[in-house]
């Protein structure tokens, strides 16, 4: 198989232009045999195609599969489904697939590629499964670092610890007192500070406590501070924690490429990248080392400078070939239903004193709403409360109303976890894009309806309920908050239970999906979210030829089975970017 290892070798973003420009010509003059294959021959050339076989390959996760596919290596697209159809004369290379069974490439459409890079060198805390484990964790690497030194990690959890509290940081501070450590939680919405955190940040004897919007300095019985800090509260320790330089932000781009081609993603959909992150992307793709693809949602919390805003195209001018786009903006209008920070109608059932922490107010939602549309960027929106979500509905309905040409930019919400039932059809009738995770529903099912209660629940993580047409999800994982592995993703999907099986018939199971739809949520689903529906998601003629190969039927294979699956290849624009030794 490693001979038959195909490394991307695209010239420049310009060549690739020129490629898609001529694309639908060449599927033309490709896709069946000529009537006189000497006519015309030096006019077209003898450009070299390659097939894929001895595998099962679904053209789409709803239709029966095919036995081998042929793609133009000069466009990547698919042009036939058998050697048989394509003109005779042409260079054929052939990639076996061993066996294994092709799908259209699985993307994930939630996801921070900077952020999976830096936990995977940071302090991992995902699955501690107590306080005490936590500091174990942090006190050696600290153990590791010259004293002064941050330490800063991610992934704790304190819904799975004895008690379920949030935890205060005597004990981290006694067992680390020569570091500074801020350590967030596994959904990015709350963090940890130890005492010497607190002081540099002026936390540690501040009185008063300083509030700020969207945010909370959590404090003890005695109004002293926990170390807990939620959502914008963050960022009064995170000012002080030393900024990551462009070679270290470099670095883990690549390291985590290198862990999610191995996982079987093609595509990323990155939440909330800087203008500086984004020029990082653009560099890779030009020297070519960046071989996934990478559409970036620029943050905008705060809008954007004009600079930045006309310097990507508005959604028309896009290039479907490029490996780097910009495509929208992301906005963030509440926190996490862990950390009680999701915005709510009525006051969290566990906790009736609370309801929540909206980040602006809907008049300006509204405003940034409209800035980023007037610029051509889409807008994905994180809105996981109840009282969020319709916010993000109502603004984008209002714009809608303004202006019908905006749904052509099919204007996202991200999460969309707790949804009254008022709102449940808007996602359709408006035309709104559903992004949403389902290890959130198996992670969070554990403690959902204690934070919402019974009847709010059938609102949470309702996949079915937002949509009819369920192969018009978009699915991902909200990476490094879950783990990147699409595997996970489909088997939560499917089951709606963990990985031992729990509970019994799965959380409502009402809203399960059979093994095709929970494939086309990230792979159709997924593409069709970013205007890519006609170009990606397919394994169709004249689609770009993005492939997953596994060593089992994701679609076929009984949900336990699929949790055994092993990548065999990952496939992008017809050219293998990953095989398994």
Request: one cysteine or more; proline letters at 5%; a negative charge.
């Amino acid at each position: 198989m490693n001979a038959m290892l195909h490394r991307r070798g695209r010239a420049n973003v310009a060549s690739k232009r020129i490629r898609s420009l001529v694309v639908v010509a060449l599927v033309g003059l490709y896709a069946c045999k000529s009537a006189d294959p000497d006519e015309g021959r030096a006019g077209r050339g003898l450009a070299p195609v390659t097939v894929f076989t001895n595998g099962t390959i679904y053209v789409d996760p709803l239709a029966d599969p095919v036995r081998s596919l042929v793609v133009d290596e000069a466009t990547g697209r698919v042009v036939a489904f058998d050697l048989s159809e394509v003109e005779p004369g042409r260079p054929v290379h052939t990639v076996d697939l061993g066996g294994g069974v092709a799908i259209p490439g699985l993307q994930d459409a939630h996801g921070h590629v900077s952020g999976l890079g830096g936990a995977l060198e940071q302090v991992d805390l995902v699955g501690c499964s107590s306080y005490e484990e936590l500091v174990e964790r942090v006190a050696a690497r600290a153990a590791t670092q010259a004293p002064g030194t941050w330490i800063t990690g991610r992934g704790w959890d304190q819904t799975l610890w004895p008690g379920a509290q949030f935890p205060d940081h005597e004990a981290l501070s006694r067992a680390v007192a020569n570091n500074p450590v801020l350590v967030r939680r596994v959904d990015g919405h709350a963090a940890l500070a130890n005492a010497q955190a607190l002081e540099i940040a002026g936390l540690l004897d501040a009185d008063p406590i300083p509030t700020v919007e969207g945010g909370r300095v959590v404090v003890n019985e005695v109004g002293r501070p926990t170390g807990v800090l939620i959502d914008t509260a963050m960022g009064f320790v995170g000012r002080h924690v030393p900024s990551v330089d462009r070679a270290t932000r470099r670095r883990r781009i690549l390291l985590a490429q290198e862990h999610l081609l191995a996982e079987g993603l093609v595509c990323i959909h990155d939440m909330g990248v800087s203008a500086s992150e984004a020029a990082l992307f653009e560099e890779l793709e030009a020297s070519g080392e960046l071989k996934l693809r990478i559409l970036s949602y620029l943050w905008g919390n705060g809008g954007l400078p004009d600079d930045v805003l006309a310097r990507y195209p508005r959604a028309h001018d896009r290039d479907p070939a490029s490996t780097h786009r910009v495509v929208g903006t992301k906005l963030m209008l509440d926190g996490a239903l862990g950390s009680r920070g999701a915005a709510l109608l009525e006051p969290y059932t566990d906790a009736p004193q609370e309801t929540g922490l909206a980040r602006m107010s809907a008049e300006e939602f509204q405003q940034l709403v409209d800035t980023f549309a007037d610029a051509g960027l889409q807008p994905a929106t994180h809105a996981i409360g109840d009282r969020a979500n319709r916010i993000v509905l109502d603004a984008y309905e209002a714009r809608i109303r303004r202006d019908p040409a905006f749904k052509a930019l099919q204007p996202r919400v991200e999460h969309a976890q707790i949804v009254s039932q008022a709102d449940w059809r808007r996602f359709e009738q408006l035309g709104i894009v559903a992004s949403m995770q389902p290890t959130h529903a198996t992670s969070d099912m554990r403690w959902a309806e204690e934070r919402v209660g019974a009847e709010r629940a059938r609102g949470a993580y309702a996949w079915r309920r937002l949509a009819s047409d369920v192969t018009r999800l978009a699915f991902g994982s909200d990476f490094p908050v879950e783990p990147s592995n699409p595997i996970g993703g489909l088997y939560a999907a499917r089951t709606r239970q963990d990985k031992r099986g729990n509970p019994a018939g799965g959380w409502q199971p009402e809203q399960r999906l059979n093994g095709a739809e929970a494939v086309a949520a990230f792979t159709y689903g997924a593409a069709r979210a970013v205007g890519e529906g006609a170009d990606r998601g397919r394994l169709h003629v004249g689609y770009f030829a993005d492939m997953t190969v596994l060593s089992i039927d994701p679609i076929r294979a009984t949900p336990a089975n699929l949790l055994e699956a092993e990548v065999l290849m990952t496939v992008i624009d017809g050219q293998v970017v990953y095989a398994k030794d």
